[in-house]
């Protein structure tokens, strides 16, 4: 089954993109290069995803394209519109939110996907578990990385412990959410609802199986 054709929610994702990207641009163009340069990484990483999924011959939901395009918008616009310090600390638990959602749909999307090519077999708790160590795993990493750029730039994005402990916490509280998303559907019994996610991209051209009844020579002329 080849992909269905792109619903309009894509245009979405491209559009976050976009401004993701015109965002860098604006950085780079009023001197901000350091800046612009995480803005640009920020539109590689919201764009690789979607062409990893296409190499590996998978759809990717338009959902968690979206999804990522949020993530990394909400992110680039904390620090290039300064809303981390103007709507501080709330935008930044609300970043911390939707990405450890984002990272949860993904895990529990790998899990499904592993498990329907036969590579693996998961349990319904072990999806679960595997949602929560995947998304308060990036949620760590991220906060190692805020440390580290403190410590080599001396940036500020870290304020304290109390700020790491929150962010963490509002980690897990992303993850748990797609959690229990995913143990409710795989009670159901519903993973069917999600065939449509793991169908192969077409590769241009139809099985000659699928293609039409051969043509009789005698009949055509």
Not at 83 to 108: N, R
Not at 180 to 194: C, K, S
Request: charge should be negative; charged fraction near 15%; proline fraction near 5%.
């Amino acid at each position: 089954m080849a992909c269905p054709d792109p619903p309009r929610g894509i245009y979405l994702a491209y559009l976050l993109q976009g401004l993701i990207l015109l965002a860098a641009a604006s950085c780079i163009l009023a001197g901000e290069y350091f800046l612009g340069l995480a803005a640009t990484s920020a539109f590689l990483l919201a764009t690789a995803p979607a062409l990893m999924a296409r190499n590996l011959r998978f759809c990717l939901p338009w959902e968690i394209n979206v999804l990522i395009a949020t993530s990394f918008y909400i992110h680039v616009m904390g620090h290039v519109g300064e809303y981390y310090v103007t709507f501080a600390p709330y935008y930044d638990k609300l970043a911390h939110l939707v990405a450890s959602v984002t990272v949860g749909l993904i895990a529990l999307f790998l899990a499904l996907l592993a498990e329907r090519r036969g590579e693996i077999r998961l349990t319904g708790p072990a999806i679960v578990l595997f949602i929560l160590t995947s998304t308060l795993a990036a949620g760590a990493i991220w906060e190692i990385y805020e440390f580290v750029v403190d410590q080599a730039f001396g940036t500020g994005l870290q304020f304290g412990n109390t700020d790491t402990m929150l962010d963490l916490i509002f980690d897990l509280t992303g993850g748990a959410i797609v959690a229990v998303f995913a143990a409710i559907v795989l009670a159901r019994g519903e993973e069917d609802r999600f065939d449509r996610f793991f169908a192969e991209p077409s590769s241009g051209a139809e099985p000659p199986e699928i293609a039409g009844d051969p043509i009789d020579p005698v009949h055509s002329r």
